[in-house]
């Protein structure tokens, strides 16, 4: 290594002596023609346009700074609960004073800010904790640290050039190196004033007033550029700390993170093969439920999705309970389908609501099934507005997004005719206009409780908008479901994982118990 | 109109004199009174429609009165918090009444309030539900409990909208559902499905498909007969003969070209009938002017001209045209018990509708510009009357 470090070092001196000769030349050439007065400004003003514009370059001290140099912007799968906290990170990071250069490799300035700001984002989690710590276990804040130190060391490989060579003492030395840098300069003023007084006072004025603040201000933005960094990368794991995301530990964190930006595309698992209701859909699939009043075409839906007979059609309410499916599609993440029994037969509170509301909380994507004709919505309203109460009550969930399936539309005026494509959002041939004016109302109706309407025909040889409408909108959809899966998972698995380690944990413990009793091995 | 001189407080012994005379002198003040008692006499069916938005109540108001969607829109009043109702053709004369309940959407719905107000208005209950939708849990529930409240009342239960269980096709003809239970198998299986979920909540069950002309289907009243035959049977006699007797107006004006007016003109000769079917002579003396007044003023703003109503009022007094002319024949047969009515329902009825016929005539001649002839007007109003009193007798 030394070695290496010896070569590059060679050839370095090698390649810049001429040039460094060149310089020194040239500059005794300049004091020797006297042209040296003139020469200077020129090449002042060059340095001080320089340093005006790394002023200027830096000068932005705004989160899109530090989240272009490593802190991605919010991620998307963060509950509204977490964007609140993180806006209050944004401003805590916008108003506290920038370190001065000194301060920077203050350890204890660093502590000072973490420690105010781990308290503001646990009063979004815990409103009435007094200390930022005491709720959570000693993995979970080990974990946190670990996370940011890995992040920020990111950061500053990337950004600060030949950091990975930098010790501790490298960085002191550099200070030491820029003082030296301050009193070389001092000494030539002071050998310029003795040669040639006048000219030397302008050059000095001329500095002083310039460069040196220039340069000064550029220093500052720069550390407060990193010191913001710093607060948001550390706002950002805080966040994720005090939501419980990092109780999985951080190698499991990681890999569920790198998961849910590159999902895995198209196993080649056997389309379409239905699995008993209630199984869950394994890792890495998105659960899909499609959920609507009894007779609105659901299973059609799921026919026409799969494209063959699947669900059994039949014009009588069979589906006795939720069934799923599973649908591999080339270029889309792995879905799992649920089929659930259509609600309203038997009244606002029967079991079918329960049951598909039970599903809906479970998924990940919900496709809300309204038959196109029908304009008495308030069952499919109180049920979407259940589902969205049962997420409020649990705010470390997120409510998955919702879209809505116009079903039927081959029912719309004029009820005889069918003849697609219809180009319903343009056109103006009656049946367009219909589906158009249907669509309005539906939108209307659900306001914000559905997130986009697909208008679709699901009739066995009459399927129009499910392959291009349809599993467009789902597609768009897809990293936002994604967000709903993960957060489900990391919840799901700190649950499960709690439970297993503790009883680990008791049964370590009574096979000591048993050590101390018996004095051997069981 | 009411008395001109009311004193605040208890009124006094000379006050209550005045108040008598007052009433006396001023018959408008009378016949408001009268007219809202008759209102309540006569037997005007009251439906009241039960289903969900969309589920074809409005055609089958529609195919009833040949109202259009818009007027029978404007038409609906608030009733009680969680209903409205539309009084057809006018408030004034009301032929027919329909009750919507607009809560049943609504979450928690009770239809308390509901049963209280429409117990004793209501005749018959008319559930539409669309064939397709079998979200009719809510909707049972609060059938059921009306039911509960009062059972004696008939309920028909009409499945619309069947084309939607044949997609693009059309329906099948003759029309199968009447009384053998033949069709398409899917309809009969869907309609065997409500049967069952609505067990014991209907009398009698009728399939329908009341289209717009707009939706492409050959026959746009599918169903209508089987629709009217099945409400006719279910109405008391009384309220059958009424719907009966607007039909019968009705389709007479309808065929002259009159569709605008004939309800209007229906509706007042109805209620022309109670009051002559009061069996006390001089009654209707004084109501018949009046409601043949308000029929003419109806009719008059109407055509845009409240103005050419009052002219025409003083055009037939002159002619001796409406009540007046057979007063002594009537008042006479009333003291015939029985017969009497009749005959004095007959004539108040075909008195009101020729004169509702010669007011169209009058109309339509100054709209032209011509002045109207005195004896061609007479001539009509005889043969209207002629004519009306023959269908009437017809009818007995």
Same mark, same amino acid.
């Given at each position: 290594m030394n070695r290496l470090r010896l070569r590059i070092l060679l050839i370095g001196i090698f390649f810049l002596a001429p040039v460094a000769f060149l310089m020194g030349a040239g500059a005794y050439h300049l004091w020797i023609t006297g042209w040296g007065f003139a020469a200077w400004w020129p090449m002042a003003g060059s340095f001080l346009l320089a340093y005006y514009l790394a002023y200027r370059f830096t000068k932005r001290r705004e989160p899109k700074l530090a989240a272009g140099?490593?802190?991605?912007?919010?991620?998307? &799968?963060?509950?509204d609960r977490d964007r609140e906290a993180w806006a209050s990170v944004q401003s805590f990071s916008e108003h506290v004073p920038a370190p001065t250069t000194d301060e920077i490799s203050d350890m204890n300035r660093y502590a000072r800010d973490a420690q105010a700001l781990a308290i503001r984002v646990t009063h979004h989690y815990?409103?009435?904790?007094?200390?930022?710590?005491?709720?959570?276990t000693l993995p979970e804040i080990l974990a946190c640290g670990e996370l940011i130190a890995h992040d920020l060391a990111r950061l500053v490989n990337k950004y600060v050039p030949g950091s990975h060579a930098i010790t501790v003492n490298n960085f002191k030395q550099m200070r030491q190196a820029a003082d030296w840098y301050e009193r070389g300069r001092n000494a030539y003023w002071l050998v310029s004033a003795l040669i040639d007084p006048v000219r030397a006072g302008l050059q000095i004025a001329a500095t002083k007033a310039g460069l040196q603040t220039t340069f000064r201000q550029v220093q500052k933005n720069v550390v407060s550029w990193f010191y913001t960094a710093y607060l948001l990368e550390l706002g950002r794991y805080l966040i994720e700390l005090n939501s419980g995301r990092l109780k999985v530990g951080t190698r499991r964190y990681l890999e569920l993170m790198e998961l849910h930006e590159a999902p895995p595309a198209d196993p080649d698992a056997p389309a379409g093969a239905a699995s008993p209701p209630g199984a869950r859909a394994d890792a890495g699939r998105l659960v899909v439920a499609i959920v609507g009043p009894?007779?609105?075409?659901k299973s059609s839906l799921v026919n026409a999705i799969f494209g =063959?007979?699947?669900?059994?059609? =039949?014009?009588?309410?069979? $589906?006795p309970a939720a069934t799923r499916y599973d649908l591999n599609t080339p270029g889309l993440q792995p879905l799992s389908i649920i089929d659930t029994a259509g609600f309203g037969q038997y009244g606002a509170n029967d079991a079918d609501v329960e049951a598909a509301i039970e599903v809906a909380a479970e998924s990940d994507l919900l496709l809300v099934v309204v038959p196109a004709?029908? !304009?008495?919505r308030q069952p499919e309203v109180e049920f979407l507005d259940r589902v969205t109460a049962g997420f409020a009550a649990r705010p470390n969930l997120r409510m998955p997004p919702r879209v809505g399936v116009l079903s039927h539309?081959?029912?719309? $005026?004029?009820?005889m005719e069918w003849a697609p494509p &219809?180009?319903? !959002?343009?056109?103006?041939?009656t049946k367009e206009v219909s589906i158009r004016e249907a669509l309005i109302a539906a939108k209307e109706t659900f306001g914000p409780r559905v997130d986009a309407f697909v208008p679709v025909c699901t009739a066995p040889g009459r399927a129009?908008?499910?392959?291009?409408g349809l599993l467009a909108a789902m597609a768009a959809k897809l990293p936002e479901a994604r967000g709903v899966a993960l957060l489900r998972t990391l919840h799901r698995e700190a649950q499960v994982d709690r439970t297993k380690l503790v009883v680990e944990q008791a049964i370590n413990a009574g096979r000591e118990v048993l050590k101390a009793v018996f004095g051997k091995k069981p | 109109v009411s008395d001109p001189i009311v004193p605040a407080g208890n009124p006094g012994f000379l006050d209550r004199i005045k108040g008598r005379w007052n009433r006396f002198v001023n018959p408008e003040a009378n016949q408001a009174g009268s007219l809202d008692h008759l209102r309540k006499l006569t037997p005007a069916p009251v439906f009241w429609m039960f289903g969900?938005?969309?589920?074809g109540k409005t055609s089958i108001i529609h195919s009833l009165t040949g109202a259009d969607a818009a007027v029978i829109g404007n038409g609906f009043r608030p009733c009680t918090r969680s209903s409205r109702k539309f009084p057809f053709?006018?408030?004034? %004369?009301?032929?027919l009444t329909f009750l919507d309940?607009? /809560?049943? /959407?609504?979450? /928690? *719905?009770?239809p308390a309030e509901d049963v209280a107000a429409f117990d004793k208005a209501a005749h018959l209950m008319i559930v539409t539900v669309r064939?397709?939708?079998? %979200?009719?849990g809510e909707l049972r529930e609060a059938l059921a409990k009306i039911r509960k409240a009062s059972r004696p009342r008939p309920v028909l239960l009409a499945l619309t909208c069947l084309h939607e269980a044949y997609p693009q096709e059309q329906h099948p003809?003759?029309?199968? *559902?009447?009384?053998?239970?033949?069709?398409p198998d899917e309809v009969l299986k869907l309609a065997a499905l409500h049967k069952q979920d609505f067990d014991g909540l209907f009398d009698r069950v009728v399939l329908i498909d009341l289209t717009k002309?707009?939706?492409? *289907?050959?026959?746009?009243?599918?169903g209508a007969a089987a629709l009217r035959s099945a409400l006719l049977e279910m109405l008391p006699q009384a309220y059958r003969e009424t719907l009966l007797r607007f039909e019968t107006a009705n389709d007479a004006l309808k065929a002259q070209h009159l569709e605008r007016v004939a309800p209007i003109i229906a509706g007042y000769c109805t209620l022309a009938a109670t009051a002559g079917a009061i069996?006390?002579?001089g009654v209707d003396l004084l109501v018949l002017p009046g409601i043949q007044t308000k029929m003419i003023h109806a009719l008059s703003g109407l055509s845009g001209n409240p103005e050419r109503g009052t002219r025409f009022l003083e055009f037939t007094a002159a002619l001796g045209l /409406?009540?007046? %002319?057979?007063h002594a024949v009537r008042q006479v047969v009333k003291?015939?018990?029985?017969l009497g009515s009749a005959v004095g329902a007959g004539l108040a009825y075909a008195s009101t509708y020729a004169l509702g016929r010669a007011f169209v005539e009058y109309d339509q001649e100054v709209h032209a510009g011509h002045a109207p002839d005195p004896a061609a007007i007479k001539r009509m109003y005889d043969a209207e009357l002629r004519q009306a009193e023959s269908r009437w007798g017809k009818r007995e």
């Open positions: 140099t490593g802190t991605p912007d919010v991620p998307s &799968y963060w509950t815990r409103p009435h904790a007094k200390d930022p710590f005491s709720h959570l009894v007779k609105a075409g =063959d007979e699947l669900a059994g059609v =039949d014009s009588l309410p069979l $589906t004709r029908s !304009a008495a539309i081959d029912a719309l $005026t004029p009820a &219809y180009d319903w !959002a343009e056109g103006n041939r129009f908008g499910v392959e291009d | 969900k938005t969309q589920s053709p006018t408030e004034e %004369a009301p032929v309940t607009r /809560g049943l /959407g609504e979450p /928690g *719905y009770d064939l397709r939708d079998f %979200a009719t003809q003759p029309y199968p *559902y009447e009384d053998v239970e033949t069709g002309p707009e939706e492409g *289907y050959e026959v746009p009243d599918y069996p006390i002579p /409406g009540v007046v %002319a057979r003291f015939v018990p029985y």
